[in-house]
């Protein structure tokens, strides 16, 4: 079975600062895809940034971008210019190309951005 | 485009009542999801519909737990009788096949549900 780990619960960034959050996941599949969605207190799930496997290209989202490293299953999510809305719970995502199209979660990191 | 619909968006109930809630996917939608939001487990799948037949209820915790998608516009995630540990946000989530945005769940505003 597919998992997925995010092993920081919370992270701090001042203003305008970059921040990276980390995720792992576990596959025995070569095709799938990841995510990141972000979650504000109005707990609506928002798609950041997505990332196929099969392109070696990181995405990029304007101020968001992606360190995607398949070998060490590894997909960090990288803020640039933090901004005080950028305060939420991020949410790693894995979901496997065929077969099943359900989204696996990791657990969430807690994102702060101090002014 | 009016995005997926819950409803309702707050449902506090007693233990040992049905509770039911309602999902409208995304117009032309074919996949309809419904996950479950707590402390304890996160986020995780109940279950996911395709074309409105169920694909992957493996994540239906237990037999108190029903869904159904009687058309394209419409699905029901039913607890009968509802426990306190049943209290969680419950997202839908919908996505088309065959274009770009296949890639993408859609989710909706989630409803809170409160088992008292």
């Known amino acids: 079975a597919q998992t997925v780990t995010q092993s920081q619960p919370e992270m701090s960034v001042q203003e305008a600062e970059t921040v990276t959050l980390s995720c792992t996941y576990d596959t025995s599949e070569s095709d799938y895809y990841l995510f990141w969605y972000k979650q504000p207190p109005s707990r609506q799930m928002i798609l950041v940034i997505r990332q196929e496997a099969y392109k070696q290209q990181n995405a990029t989202e304007n101020r968001f971008s992606v360190n995607f490293q398949k070998a060490a299953k590894s997909f960090s999510l990288k803020i640039s210019d933090s901004q005080l809305g950028d305060a939420a719970m991020y949410f790693c995502a894995y979901r496997a190309n065929f077969g099943n199209e359900k989204l696996t979660f990791g657990t969430g990191t807690r994102l702060t951005i101090i002014p | 485009d009016a995005g997926v619909i819950q409803s309702p968006r707050h449902e506090v109930t007693e233990m040992g009542q049905e509770v039911t809630l309602r999902c409208k996917p995304i117009s032309g939608h074919d996949y309809l999801f419904w996950y479950r939001q707590t402390m304890m487990r996160g986020l995780e799948l109940l279950i996911y519909?395709?074309?409105?037949?169920?694909?992957?209820d493996s994540g239906m915790p237990e037999d108190r737990f029903s869904a159904k998608m009687p058309n394209a516009s419409f699905s029901t995630l039913k607890i009968q009788p509802s426990e306190p540990r049943d209290s969680a946000v419950y997202f839908c989530?919908?996505?088309?096949?065959?274009?770009?945005?296949?890639?993408?769940?859609?989710f909706g505003p989630g409803t809170r549900l409160t088992v008292l």
């Open positions: 519909f395709n074309n409105n037949v169920p694909i992957d």
């Open positions: 989530a919908s996505t088309p096949s065959g274009t770009s945005d296949y890639n993408e769940q859609f």
